[in-house]
């Protein structure tokens, strides 16, 4: 399993923006899925949203219309752009990158970022 490596979180207020960062470990191609997870104390992992090597996103309601998802084959960068924040958006951030290689499923997770809305 790789290790994926986010980055760009931080303290906001409410109404702010922030842009998180994951670094792949391959081309956005290789993956057939990519997507961005959350965590908070005591709740489930929540799932934010996601994006295919077609390009299809989809979104958590929690997020729709706030929080885009992007991705670059060049940098092999995975994005998250928020806008909009609010306070119930404070949480552990996770990038996760699937894909199968000769028929081996894999399931990348980055380290976590910590986004944090408050004023």
């Known amino acids: 399993q790789v290790q994926l490596v986010e980055s760009g979180g931080g303290l906001v207020r409410p109404g702010g923006s922030l842009r998180l960062s994951c670094t792949l470990s391959q081309n956005p191609f290789s993956y057939y899925l990519m997507g961005w997870y959350r965590r908070t104390p005591g709740k489930e992992r929540e799932l934010v949203a996601t994006i295919t090597d077609g390009g299809d996103t989809r979104y958590s309601d929690s997020v729709k219309g706030r929080f885009a998802i992007s991705s670059d084959a060049p940098t092999k960068m995975l994005y998250l752009q928020m806008t909009g924040l609010k306070p119930d958006d404070t949480a552990v951030y996770y990038c996760?990158?699937?894909?199968?290689?000769?028929?081996?499923?894999?399931?990348?997770w980055g380290q976590g970022t910590q986004v944090t809305v408050s004023s």
């Open positions: 996760n990158a699937k894909s199968i290689v000769a028929g081996i499923r894999y399931d990348d």
